[in-house]
């Protein structure tokens, strides 16, 4: 079955006549192989028992590789490697429909259809576990996201649009959010399973200090974050603040508002802007476990309103 990068199945296996120190390394193939279950963690230990599991991305085929200590896994191989040197062992099957999913859940919230995330993700470059619990409204109509210990795991939220809406201007009115934990991330987005060729068509506001005390804690992104250029951070102050962008082609101008008068802060992108196209407005909540200070309380947050204008 064809993946994308939010989707994730278990995956396991067993390992005959391994050695100590050996690994497995996993990938997925979609057009071409992808290593499992990210970049920044390649490797599936093999237990006590030679058996071994892990999450993968879905795709049409996959394939588990013995390896040795010292092999490097790549990110991608157009074709898998042959046994030899430090691969002791391949093994691919054809892919096959996954068990049958959770049936959707989704909220109305100012007016619109979200969908309301239940499946793992790898936000923020680790996986992560949702839970619908997590996503509601009130009496007045606001949308409640939280992070809560269930089941000794911590679980996060994320809604998402069930329509594409385009260029034009997305407003988000949030109520403080300047006390999170440093390792909490909020994020209002635009993202395109499907367009890895334009960053997922990915544009951003992120609240989170990313673990760093010290650090301002909030910033507007047009990825890929690691061009410096894409980045501009700045200092959300306490209170209700309106969140908004206006994606025109080529351009996309961020701002934050007190009230109707007071600018926060404001920036304009006109490089690296993505064109529309099948992009949907998503909003999550996570924790980011890379963090200096690592993730220790639940949070919740409180949107007032969204609003899109053409």
């Not at 490797?43 to 006590?48: C, D, L, R, S, V």
Request: hydrophobic share 40%; proline share 7%; aromatic share 12%.
């Amino acid at each position: 079955m064809e993946g994308g990068p939010a989707r994730v199945e278990r995956i396991e296996g067993r390992v005959t006549g391994g050695r100590s120190g050996q690994k497995i390394v996993l990938f997925a193939k979609s057009r071409v192989w992808w290593v499992q279950p990210l970049t920044q963690a390649p490797f599936t230990n093999i237990g006590p028992d030679s058996r071994w599991t892990n999450s993968t991305h879905l795709g049409t085929e996959y394939a588990a590789l013995l390896v040795n200590p010292d092999y490097r896994p790549p990110q991608l191989l157009a074709a898998l490697p042959k046994k030899g040197g430090n691969v002791i062992a391949v093994i691919s099957a054809p892919g096959t429909a996954p068990p049958r999913e959770t049936a959707p859940k989704t909220v109305r919230f100012s007016g619109y259809e979200w969908e309301i995330r239940q499946n793992p993700s790898d936000r923020g470059g680790t996986m992560k576990l949702f839970d619908a619990n997590n996503v509601w409204t009130d009496e007045k109509g606001w949308l409640h996201l939280r992070i809560a210990k269930i089941s000794g795991d911590w679980k996060c939220a994320e809604v998402a649009l069930t329509r594409s809406l385009g260029y034009g201007s997305y407003s988000f009115v949030v109520h403080d959010v300047s006390n999170l934990e440093p390792a909490a991330v909020l994020s209002m987005l635009t993202w395109d399973d499907l367009a890895a060729d334009q960053n997922h068509r990915e544009v951003d506001i992120e609240i989170s200090r990313w673990g760093d005390l010290a650090s301002k804690n909030a910033q507007y992104v047009v990825q890929p974050y690691y061009v410096p250029a894409n980045v501009a951070r700045f200092s959300a102050p306490s209170g209700a603040l309106t969140y908004s962008f206006r994606w025109e082609p080529g351009k996309v101008f961020f701002r934050t508002m007190r009230g109707a008068s007071q600018i926060v802060a404001e920036h304009l992108f006109t490089s690296g802007v993505p064109s529309a196209g099948g992009e949907s407005t998503r909003i999550n909540l996570y924790s980011f476990d890379y963090a200096k200070s690592p993730f220790q309380h639940g949070a919740e947050v409180v949107f007032e309103k969204f609003e899109y204008l053409p």
